[in-house]
């Protein structure tokens, strides 16, 4: 089994910083991708970034030149920074892993709530 742990969550002002983490652990053959998604009171979850094993990384439009990701493959962690927040923001954030080496298969964290306050 795969565990994601998620911390970093919290309430903020608009435009204020969070930092928000996730390590994965378990029996983790190999990570092919990392990332993070949201999903607000009555809407679908939705991709913010993802970062893949050889460094490419994708992001909303909504949080381009504002959210950073990164990744630790040797500790098998992402993080994403969060700059210049907005209440649009809010949102319960995801942490996801895609994992396998012929077969692959994602795993979820259980999320942590991001507040941003107008």
């Known amino acids: 089994q795969v565990q994601l742990v998620e911390s970093g969550g919290g309430l903020v002002q608009a435009g204020g910083s969070l930092r928000l983490s996730c390590a994965a652990s378990?029996?983790?053959?190999?990570?092919?991708?990392m990332g993070w998604y949201r999903q607000a009171p009555g809407k679908q979850r939705e991709l913010v970034a993802t970062?893949?094993?050889?460094?490419?990384?994708n992001y909303a439009d909504s949080v381009k030149g504002r959210f950073t990701i990164s990744r630790d493959n040797a500790k098998n962690t992402v993080h994403l920074q969060m700059n210049s927040l907005k209440p649009e923001d809010t949102a319960v954030y995801y942490c996801?892993?895609?994992?396998?080496?012929?077969?692959?298969?994602?795993?979820w964290g259980q999320g942590t709530q991001v507040t941003v306050s107008s």
């Open positions: 996801n892993a895609v994992i396998g080496i012929l077969r692959y298969r994602d795993y």
């Open positions: 378990g029996s983790i053959s190999r990570i092919n991708a």
């Open positions: 970062s893949t094993s050889g460094g490419s990384t």
